[in-house]
């Protein structure tokens, strides 16, 4: 499979440009289709959640198995029949503490990121947090830019609140894993998006785990250098 997508090496960067300009034109409603009801009846609702929910064993969601098979109409059925949650404990994967949003980046789904995305509450925040972490540590962001997903990187990097720099618990950034197994332009866009954001790079900060958040590194203290006392030591 071509997780390229067929597009032209060295144009990641313009065509995320692209992407955000027309984010701006659209306004802050919902984009259509969003919401189950607008392309899908009662009876086609009710038929996928029953698809999803006859075999839920407490350990992988509905919600999350419906992400893991690209099925974005049963995610949206589960999401507004059922009132199922996209980023909480109904929707958390129990075995390794994955998100809807983690696994369409592992996969490559883009057309599930970009519905989460669309959700929001009425204040306008975001429903989903794509800066959650699994139990390795690993951002949607990170898994998408260490598997190659161009076009979920392209689309994650154009989210406001998608931090571009988040390790996972080994230390490894987004941008280190991709270049880790040569994708180097998925890299170098990660890169220019934390510069965009005025970022502090990896290099000058340090994640916190506990409170989720870089700090800035405090610059080590040259050693002090010992006195010579030979020459007292010979007088």
């Not at 995320?16 to 009846?41: F, H, I, Q, R, V």
């Not at 507004?80 to 129990?94: E, S």
């Not at 998100?99 to 789904?109: K, Q, T, Y």
């Not at 989720?212 to 030979?230: G, H, I, L, S």
Request: glycine share 8%; net charge negative; hydrophobic share 35%.
């Amino acid at each position: 499979s071509n997780r390229k997508g067929g597009r032209k090496r060295g144009d990641i960067a313009s065509h995320m440009a692209t992407m955000m300009l027309s984010k701006k034109k659209t306004g802050g409603d919902l984009p259509a289709g969003s919401l189950a009801y607008e392309e899908l009846s009662p009876e086609e609702m009710q038929t996928l959640c029953a698809d999803y929910t006859k075999t839920y064993d407490g350990q992988i969601p509905p919600m999350w198995k419906a992400a893991f098979d690209n099925n974005v109409k049963a995610m949206k059925a589960l999401h507004y029949y059922y009132r199922k949650g996209v980023d909480g404990f109904d929707a958390c994967n129990r075995e390794d503490r994955s998100m809807p949003s983690h696994i369409a980046s592992l996969r490559g789904h883009v057309q599930v990121l970009e519905w989460l995305a669309s959700l929001h509450l009425y204040d306008g925040k975001f429903v989903t947090n794509f800066n959650l972490r699994d139990d390795g540590g690993h951002t949607p962001l990170w898994l998408a830019a260490s598997w190659g997903w161009e076009k979920c990187v392209e689309f994650l990097l154009t989210l406001p609140q998608v931090h571009p720099y988040i390790p996972d618990a080994k230390g490894i950034t987004p941008e280190q894993a991709a270049r880790r197994v040569g994708y180097h332009e998925i890299a170098d866009a990660i890169k220019i998006r934390g510069k965009e954001l005025r970022v502090i790079p990896p290099d000058l900060a340090y994640w916190d785990e506990p409170d989720k958040r870089f700090y800035v590194k405090e610059p080590e203290e040259a050693p002090e250098e010992e006195e010579d006392t030979d020459d007292e030591d010979m007088e």
